[in-house]
């Protein structure tokens, strides 16, 4: 039997404050440089039928199995993957669990220093610095060689703050604050977008789509990874999200509006950045220096150009620190769990760890095969790890009955079976197709 309460957890206290935080951990860089870059890529909207498809089935299986998974074991993917071998009579659970706590750990590192950049050029946004230079040389000052650590450390410590007051406090509060105000800055940024002379190009681009591009297998292959990476589904932070629910929290309609609102933040993005990028003649293709390069190139030619940079970089630093908090919440908790460690203490350990490797990974041209390295193979076998134990060694029905606890939607059945055998299947393809091609999300 399967205890849903360990004395002194802490619990989510609302479900909205639940929903915003994993809405936070969805919606990150990927959305804001990858997703228009994919559009672009891929026949406009027509990329959205694809995406879409994925988004719901991932989202179906993924995320709600995922969310039930950590609220069943009450407790992250080391000791949720332990209990899960328990039930087969099975040792070493807690091996494999840590698989997904290696992948959350090393991508937190990467996208720490992502996260200072956003702060150093909302700095530059602020003091006018950022228009005094070209938009690369300036990048390259912030991204070359030890060329953040002041402002790495400034997103270690906001991020820090935030986790050690812990999940209602900390995380629940922050997330129900910073998300809704994400989306009102990006609504605000289309609107002003939709003033500009020569947006209209960009609109053209999205609503006239080119069909003939789902004809082409790469289409489907990249909207796959999109969605399952857009998603967060790695085996660890939803998971110990998940963990934090009360038994009478529904994880169906929960998984459903995850999805639903990282669909509409990727689209309301595109919405942004690519009318922007065709007003200026600029390349929606432009990948990764799409936000440190293009855009803010556009922004130094605008009359109002300075408070649009603000309010960008202010609105991707909420993407990123929501993000941040997910990622590195598995790890903390493990501690916690495992070595019966304070709050403060595991989150000094993990953060100082982050720190002092990321010191040497503060370079455009090392972070890259950083993240590559875990985005591509650590992170899918952490999930696709995490369908296997909750899908399939926990035993049939128990799926079923953890997806139907707390909800009125009786299809637990139907997630489970979703779960055994297209879920597991389309995570191992992930694994597949991003090693043989270098990544697809």
Not at 4 to 21: E, P, W
Not at 196 to 218: H, T
Not at 265 to 276: C, F
Request: aromatic residues 16%.
């Amino acid at each position: 039997m399967v205890k849903h309460y360990q004395k002194n957890r802490d619990l989510f206290r609302s479900r909205f404050g639940f929903i915003m935080a994993c809405i936070g951990s969805a919606v990150g860089m990927g959305n804001i440089w990858l997703f228009p870059y994919r559009v672009g890529e891929f026949g406009g909207f027509a990329f959205l039928v694809p995406f879409l498809i994925f988004e719901i089935a991932l989202g179906f299986c993924g995320v709600m199995g995922e969310m039930a998974f950590g609220r069943a074991m009450r407790t992250g993917s080391a000791g949720a993957f332990r209990k899960a071998m328990a039930r087969r009579g099975k040792k070493h659970g807690e091996a494999f669990g840590l698989i997904p706590l290696v992948g959350s750990i090393g991508i937190a590192i990467g996208y720490t220093i992502i996260v200072g950049w956003v702060l150093r050029f909302l700095f530059g946004a602020l003091s006018g610095e950022m228009f005094n230079m070209d938009a690369g040389a300036y990048f390259g000052e912030i991204a070359g060689p030890f060329g953040s650590i002041g402002w790495h450390l400034i997103a270690i410590i906001i991020t820090f703050i935030i986790m050690n007051a812990g999940i209602a406090a900390g995380i629940e509060r922050a997330s129900k604050i910073i998300m809704p105000l994400f989306f009102f800055l990006f609504v605000g940024l289309a609107f002003f977008v939709y003033t500009l002379p020569g947006s209209e190009s960009g609109y053209e681009f999205l609503f006239s789509p080119d069909w003939s591009a789902l004809a082409n297998p790469k289409t489907w292959i990249y909207a796959l990874g999109q969605a399952f990476f857009s998603l967060s589904l790695a085996g660890c932070g939803t998971i110990v999200y998940g963990s934090y629910l009360k038994d009478d929290t529904d994880v169906v309609s929960s998984g459903f509006l995850v999805f639903v609102f990282d669909l509409i933040a990727s689209t309301l993005i595109a919405l942004v950045i690519i009318p922007a990028v065709f007003a200026f003649g600029a390349d929606p293709q432009a990948g990764p220096p799409l936000i440190f390069i293009v855009l803010p190139s556009i922004f130094a030619q605008i009359p109002s150009g300075q408070i649009l940079a603000i309010v960008f970089f202010v609105a991707v630093f909420f993407a990123g620190i929501t993000s941040l908090v997910n990622l590195y919440e598995g790890p903390i908790e493990a501690l916690q769990e495992r070595f019966n460690l304070g709050r403060m203490t595991s989150c000094g350990i993990v953060f100082a760890l982050s720190f002092v490797v990321g010191i040497f990974l503060e370079n455009a041209d090392i972070i890259g095969g950083w993240m590559d390295l875990f985005s591509i193979y650590i992170m899918p076998v952490g999930a696709l790890l995490a369908g296997v134990m909750f899908f399939w060694v926990c035993g049939k029905g128990f799926a079923a009955k953890e997806i139907e606890r707390g909800s009125k939607y009786k299809i637990g059945g139907v997630v489970e079976g979703l779960g055994k055998y297209v879920y597991c299947g389309v995570t191992l393809v992930v694994l597949v197709l991003g090693a043989l091609l270098g990544g697809i999300g």
